[in-house]
């Protein structure tokens, strides 16, 4: 039996969109909708907010920022939907833009409208009827590191994306910028986090290279095609993306990336197809990774444990919106066990020097 397709369900209370003001946009930017506006939300991830928008038998995806975010930089929504753009003219698995409003009148804050790919994602839970053998297991993360070696080799200024690439040093800016955003939103004495932020800024390599990355390349945000999902037919997410270097890339990957031998802490938050049996551990994705690429990978403990520390800060962004009340989501009050656990996570892999078991 294949999966079903991602699903949307009922609009979480205090983050519903005025129908009416949304559906007259609609009308302006689409011209006329064969029958009613209705809006569902997508429940997973906990960024920005990402809603299905069924107007007439046609279905759209929207993206806008929290409610309860301040923070303009965190959610810049025009940045994302220029990115996707001009990315989806050249890279067929970004999603299509169709609308982008920045008039805070409609639903109060920028957003942008793309067409849906539908397709299976696959999170913490195998979907109900999927049986994943070895073999498709394996062919599952082979996929998933030839699509970031094939991301990776787009040429971005051929698709204009020239504009996203800072001068100067890449590495040593994401170390200093992420133990800073540690420190401005920090709540909890987390002394494993701390001495891995001094352990890599002790450690600043040069860049490798400089390609279009993704910043949030996991299974979470990959669309498989349900007949075959070994097919990635789409990238969701773009909101991280820029100009940089692809090694800081593959350790955000593989801080997302659970192993057989990991805590069911971890795995819990992760996904499922990552630990079953035939499925690559870390290591092996970055030697495949390596395979397909020609990169040395041999620091990548390096990027692994800055990976583990972005997750980590990231959550306690979050965490620290919910501890602030700036937020009433419940699910962010349990964030801070994996702040503490990605913390445990660094501090293993520096003491044993190695990102799998």
Same mark, same amino acid.
């Not at 040093?169 to 004495?189: C, I, K, L, P």
């Not at 390349?217 to 270097?245: Q, S």
């Given at each position: 039996?294949?999966?079903?397709?991602?699903?949307?369900?009922?609009?979480?209370?205090?983050?519903?969109?005025?129908?009416?003001?949304?559906?007259?946009?609609?009308?302006?930017?689409?011209?006329?909708?064969?029958?009613?506006?209705?809006?569902?939300?997508?429940?997973?991830?906990?960024?920005?907010?990402?809603?299905?928008?069924?107007?007439?038998?046609?279905?759209?995806?929207?993206?806008?920022?929290?409610?309860?975010?301040?923070?303009?930089?965190?959610?810049?929504?025009?940045r994302e939907h220029g990115i996707l753009s001009r990315?989806c003219t050249h890279y067929p698995a970004a999603p299509?833009?169709?609308?982008?409003?920045?008039?805070?009148?409609?639903?109060?804050?920028?957003?942008?409208?793309?067409?849906?790919?539908?397709?299976?994602?696959?999170?913490?839970?195998?979907?109900?009827?999927?049986?994943?053998?070895?073999?498709?297991?394996?062919?599952?993360?082979?996929?998933?590191?030839?699509?970031?070696?094939?991301?990776?080799?787009?040429?971005?200024?051929?698709?204009?994306?020239?504009?996203?690439?800072?001068?100067?040093?890449?590495?040593?800016?994401?170390?200093?910028?992420?133990?800073?955003?540690?420190?401005?939103?920090?709540?909890?004495?987390?002394?494993?986090?701390?001495n891995a932020f001094r352990w890599l800024a002790e450690?600043?390599?040069?860049?490798?290279?400089?390609?279009?990355?993704?910043?949030?390349?996991?299974?979470?945000?990959?669309?498989?095609?349900?007949?075959?999902?070994?097919?990635?037919?789409?990238?969701?997410?773009?909101?991280?993306?820029?100009?940089?270097?692809?090694?800081?890339?593959?350790?955000?990957?593989?801080?997302?990336?659970?192993?057989?031998?990991?805590?069911?802490?971890?795995?819990?938050?992760?996904?499922?197809?990552?630990?079953?049996?035939?499925?690559?551990?870390?290591?092996?994705?970055?030697?495949?990774?390596?395979?397909?690429?020609? =990169?040395?990978?041999?620091? +990548? @403990? &390096?990027? /692994?444990?800055? *990976?583990?520390?972005?997750?980590?800060? %990231?959550?306690?962004?979050?965490?620290?919106?919910?501890?602030?009340?700036?937020?009433?989501?419940? =699910?962010?009050?349990?964030? +801070? @066990? &994996?702040? /503490?656990?990605? *913390?445990?996570?660094?501090?293993?892999? %520096?003491?044993?020097?190695?990102?799998?078991?």
């Amino acid at each position: 039996m294949a999966p079903l397709p991602d699903s949307a369900g009922p609009v979480r209370p205090g983050e519903e969109l005025e129908l009416p003001k949304l559906e007259a946009f609609l009308r302006a930017q689409l011209g006329a909708l064969d029958g009613p506006v209705s809006v569902e939300q997508f429940r997973h991830g906990h960024s920005n907010l990402t809603y299905l928008i069924h107007a007439g038998p046609r279905e759209l995806v929207l993206r806008r920022p929290p409610f309860s975010s301040k923070v303009k930089s965190a959610h810049d929504m025009g940045r994302e939907h220029g990115i996707l753009s001009r990315l989806c003219t050249h890279y067929p698995a970004a999603p299509r833009p169709v609308a982008w409003c920045d008039d805070p009148e409609v639903l109060g804050a920028p957003f942008y409208l793309m067409e849906r790919v539908r397709g299976v994602i696959l999170r913490g839970k195998a979907p109900e009827g999927l049986f994943v053998s070895p073999t498709l297991a394996h062919d599952c993360c082979e996929a998933f590191a030839k699509g970031l070696a094939d991301l990776h080799a787009l040429d971005f200024n051929a698709m204009g994306l020239e504009e996203f690439h800072r001068p100067g040093h890449y590495v040593a800016r994401q170390v200093n910028g992420w133990r800073e955003r540690y420190q401005n939103s920090r709540t909890d004495d987390i002394p494993d986090i701390e001495n891995a932020f001094r352990w890599l800024a002790e450690r600043v390599p040069p860049d490798t290279d400089t390609v279009l990355i993704h910043n949030d390349y996991k299974f979470d945000n990959l669309v498989l095609d349900p007949a075959d999902l070994t097919l990635i037919i789409g990238v969701l997410d773009w909101e991280m993306c820029t100009i940089g270097d692809p090694l800081m890339d593959l350790g955000t990957s593989l801080s997302y990336w659970s192993d057989a031998e990991d805590r069911d802490e971890l795995k819990s938050m992760q996904c499922f197809l990552t630990s079953i049996p035939g499925a690559y551990n870390r290591q092996q994705v970055a030697d495949r990774y390596a395979a397909l690429t020609g =990169r040395d990978t041999s620091n +990548i @403990l &390096f990027y /692994y444990v800055f *990976g583990l520390l972005k997750l980590a800060v %990231i959550m306690q962004q979050i965490y620290y919106r919910f501890k602030m009340g700036t937020t009433k989501d419940q =699910r962010f009050g349990a964030l +801070i @066990l &994996f702040i /503490y656990l990605m *913390g445990q996570m660094a501090a293993k892999a %520096i003491e044993t020097g190695k990102i799998s078991a």
